[in-house]
Structure formats: structure tokens, C-alpha cells
T-cell receptor, first 112, second 116 residues
């Protein structure tokens, strides 16, 4: 039961351009969404989050957009840097659940 | 303020042996979560604990797996009679609160279990 889906396993972007990572969810009870970044041999690191009462949250080069009607969120990174190369996980939680659901991840490669 | 600590980082066990994975949450965090990541897959929730209590173990396999978070000491994920399918990366996360849904989890570096 994959309630959070990241349909693109990988994405390659040129340095300085925009990276757009997408995430879809099926559970309408989700009301808090997060993006995590993971380097090899390390644990995921929290990047940015958004509550369902908002449709946009920005933190420096990172912006998360939420489209509740489409059950879709995206992470924009601009400008992309080689150090952004990592696996990005989308996650979602609901007030009536104890667990956080993660997508399968998207591997971003930023080429110099 | 040290982050979430997990040990060992790598663990090799033969089929049938027991595996014990330890997790020390961040200072001040009383909520602990365990996840498993199989190759090419995302993180799968296993169990959520608070001190001395299992809050939600809906993601734990019914047999051979158990978890605890004692009053003193780290949280332990125990896998008895390991099989090759248990080979995975196991991540622990902690959070300072768990109110509603708006909380961030902070992850440890993971324990990579290999069953030979």
C-alpha cells in the first residue's frame, strides 16, 4: 500500500538550473508533508516541510509547493548545486496516525 | 548536542542468529521510531516507542522482531533467528514532540544488517 509515491527514481540537472522533484499521495488524511535528503551511508536529513493549510513554503534555495486538490507536492531547488546531489525522500503524516509514510526516493544528480 | 546515534553501523549475522540494533535518541527527545530500508525502496515504518511504552508497532513483522525503549539506556530493535530477507538498512529516528502530525523526525546514520 504505497500511500506516498515518487514516480521518478532519478533526475539529472545542470548546475545553476532548477531541480523539480515531485511527489504524489493518496491518503486525504495527510496534513503535514516533509522532504528529506539522504547522502550515501548516512541517515536522512530533514530539509523542509509544509502544513496542509499552506500551499507554499520557502527556505533559501528550497521551496515546497502543495496542491491539495491534486494530492501533489513538489520540491524546487534553485539554483541547483553539485552538493545537492543526493536521494530526496518525500514524507507525509496525519494527525490520526503514528507513522510517517515515505516515498521510494528520487536520486538527484547535479552536473557541474 | 549530539544527534541520533546508532550502533553498530554494520552488522553481519549468520542465518538463525540474533541481531540487536541500538539507538540513542537526541538529547531531550522522548519519541523513537524505527524504519527499514530495503534496496531501491523507501523507508518503511516499523515501530514507534516512547520511554517504556510501545505506542504503535503496526509496521513490525509479527514474528521474530521486537523493540523496546527502556527507562534508562538506548532503544533496542531485536531480530531473532535472522533470515537473508532481513538484510537491510535499519534507521532510527527521534523527535522532541509528537503532537498531531506536525513534527520532524531526526534520523541516525543507520545500521546496515547483512545476513549470510
Amino acid at each position: 500500500d504505497q500511500q506516498v509515491k515518487q514516480n521518478s527514481p532519478s533526475l539529472s540537472v545542470q548546475e545553476g538550473r532548477i531541480s523539480i522533484l515531485n511527489c504524489d499521495y493518496t491518503n486525504s488524511m495527510f496534513d503535514y508533508f516533509l522532504w528529506y535528503k539522504k547522502y550515501p551511508a548516512e541517515g536522512p536529513t530533514f530539509l523542509i516541510s509544509i502544513s496542509s493549510i499552506k500551499d507554499k513554503n520557502e527556505d533559501g534555495r528550497f521551496t515546497v509547493f502543495l496542491n491539495k486538490s491534486a494530492k501533489h507536492l513538489s520540491l524546487h531547488i534553485v539554483p541547483s548545486q553539485p552538493g545537492d546531489s543526493a536521494v530526496y525522500f518525500c514524507a507525509a503524516s496525519a494527525a490520526n496516525n503514528n507513522d510517517m509514510r515515505f516515498g521510494a526516493g528520487t536520486r538527484l544528480t547535479v552536473k557541474p | 548536542n549530539a544527534g541520533v546515534m546508532q550502533n553498530p553501523r554494520h552488522l553481519v549475522r549468520r542465518r538463525g542468529q540474533e541481531a540487536r540494533l541500538r539507538c540513542s535518541p537526541m538529547k531531550g527527545h522522548s519519541h523513537v521510531y524505527w524504519y527499514r530500508q530495503l534496496p531501491e525502496e523507501g523507508l518503511k515504518f516499523m515501530v514507534y516507542l516512547q520511554k517504556e511504552n510501545i505506542i504503535d508497532e503496526s509496521g513490525m513483522p509479527k514474528e521474530r522482531f521486537s523493540a523496546e525503549f527502556p527507562k534508562e539506556g538506548p532503544s533496542i530493535l531485536r531480530i531473532q533467528q535472522v533470515v537473508r530477507g532481513d538484510s537491510a538498512a535499519y534507521f532510527c529516528a527521534s523527535s522532541p514532540t509528537h503532537i498531531g502530525s506536525s513534527y520532524e523526525q531526526y534520523f541516525g546514520p543507520g545500521t546496515r544488517l547483512t545476513v549470510t
